[in-house]
């Protein structure tokens, strides 16, 4: 094993930087002003370092290093938790992609001057099922036709636009044009309602467990791995900062969309000086919607591979775990694709409008995935409660008080952030907020319920538990299932044989 440690500290920093730099999130970033700079700052340190150091540890425990989230929290706090834990992470991800084509549809609406794209919801509605059914075919083709498409999205279409964003954002303050946003102490502190946008900025971070399994290959990861993730943290907060500052700084908040904010920053950008150079900001926007079609494709095989781990333990039925001949697993991209459908039609049409709808998925999208990194941080305190003596090759420092700590700090913030994403934000209109509160409401606790539900019909030991009920009559499962009817079953055995 150990020939197999070649990963570098900058090729695991690659590796895990990759899962978030975006671009989608910017204009959401944007309605928080210079707080923005607070928020990311607070849960880069007090979040995403927890996620990454309890994940580290679980991931190079002997016989943990398969199965991410489902093993950790499965060998700690049972299987149906560690089957829900996965169940969340897979889940968020199919509302996620609703965000996703949203901010697509906002700068394909600009490409082709087409309001309706984001304006009507049954187009928009069609627009978000059309482009992820095309992107779901497309990733049936297997993994190297859909790491094609990331790859050239990644270069084009994010990486390219956000740093020409940058130098035009110099260019445009240095010729003395108005800057939207106050860079002052009292902007900088948020108040207490401010803390309604902190699941916002903790999706920044979300996913870094993902990349926790890479360091078993890691050649000197007690010394390269917090290096790797201090490093991230900064350039995590400094990307995000500064494209966030750049669609605040340049956009009135009044006239900012979640989903078209980048394409806005842009006109801003580049048409300061006249109209000549729209064919410019058309450009870029078809550039970012296809950098982000490209983290869609991504996604669409990426999260189903813990689902399809499930499947093949027979957890769920196996027939789910079925792949065609590239190797993809098309019942549960199926399944998938249905379930996106289904929330697209919820959040566009019970949105009522662009922001309410944009605003809507996304806090879904991360309470639904805070909910399996609360058993995340759970597991891990069992592990260092009661696993303590198993066998692992990376443990955080300081002994087990300066451990239990770090979990505490990261469970906290996750249940804080969860409490706080049901405070309707500040950006929202109050004829807006019972729309907002209801769908978030409702669709969090059918799907907190869902998995332990599947898991009670699904599991093996479960089923075979309903079938012997079932060839069982009221009288008899009285006798054997209740603790009375047991005594009596051995009581009665006893007076038949004379047993004492």
């Not at 609406?109 to 095309?134: C, M, N, Q, R, T």
Request: glycine content about 10%.
């Amino acid at each position: 094993m150990a020939g197999k440690k070649e990963l570098t500290l900058f090729g695991f920093f690659a590796i895990t930087a990759s899962l978030f730099i975006t671009v989608y999130e910017y204009p959401t970033f944007a309605t928080s002003g210079f707080k923005l700079a607070f928020f990311l700052i607070f849960c880069g340190i007090l979040w995403f370092l927890p996620v990454a150091l309890c994940s580290a540890e679980m991931a190079t425990v002997k016989g943990w290093q398969e199965g991410g989230i489902f093993t950790w929290v499965g060998k700690t706090l049972g299987e149906r938790y560690g089957f829900a834990a996965i169940f969340f992470q897979w889940f968020q991800v199919t509302v996620g992609f609703v965000t996703m084509i949203y901010f697509i549809l906002g700068a394909l609406s600009y490409v082709f001057d087409y309001k309706a794209l984001e304006s009507d919801p049954l187009i928009k509605f069609l627009g978000v099922v059309i482009i992820f059914w095309i992107l779901t075919f497309i990733s049936l083709g297997g993994t190297n036709r859909t790491a094609k498409i990331t790859k050239l999205g990644f270069i084009f279409g994010i990486t390219l636009p956000v740093i020409l964003m940058f130098i035009l954002a110099i260019f445009y303050f240095a010729n003395g044009n108005p800057i939207e946003v106050k860079f002052t102490m009292d902007n900088f502190i948020p108040k207490a309602t401010d803390f309604s946008a902190l699941a916002i900025f903790i999706l920044a971070y979300m996913g870094v467990e993902a990349s926790a399994p890479h360091i078993n290959e890691m050649k000197n990861s007690k010394r390269d791995y917090p290096i790797a993730m201090i490093l991230i943290v900064i350039v995590g907060i400094g990307l995000s900062t500064l494209g966030g500052l750049s669609v605040a700084s340049v956009v009135p908040a009044n006239e900012l969309s979640l989903s078209s904010g980048v394409v806005q920053a842009f006109e801003k950008l580049i048409l300061q000086n006249g109209d000549g150079l729209t064919w410019l900001v058309k450009v870029l926007a078809f550039l970012v919607a296809f950098g982000v079609m490209g983290q869609v494709s991504s996604w669409i095989v990426g999260p189903t591979s813990g689902m399809y781990t499930v499947a093949q333990k027979g957890v769920i039925p196996k027939k789910l775990a079925k792949t065609n001949k590239n190797d993809v697993p098309v019942v549960l991209i199926g399944i998938q694709g249905i379930i996106v459908t289904g929330w697209a039609a919820v959040l566009t049409f019970g949105g009522g409008g662009n922001n309410v709808s944009f605003l809507t998925a996304i806090s879904l999208t991360v309470v639904i995935y805070l909910v399996g990194y609360v058993l995340f941080f759970l597991g891990y305190l069992v592990l260092v409660l009661k696993k303590k003596n198993l066998e692992r090759t990376f443990e955080i420092g300081g002994g087990p008080f300066v451990k239990i700590l770090i979990a505490c700090i990261g469970l906290a913030i996750s249940v804080l952030a969860i409490a706080y994403s049901f405070v309707p934000p500040s950006s929202l209109k109050p004829d807006e907020y019972e729309s907002y509160k209801h769908i978030l409401s409702i669709s969090l606790v059918l799907t907190t319920v869902l998995p332990f539900v599947i898991y009670m019909f699904t599991a093996p030991d479960n089923q075979l538990h309903l079938k012997e009920l079932k060839h069982l009559d009221s009288s008899k499962i009285d006798k054997f299932t209740h603790p009375i009817g047991r005594v009596r079953t051995e009581f009665s055995k006893k007076e038949k044989t004379g047993g004492e």
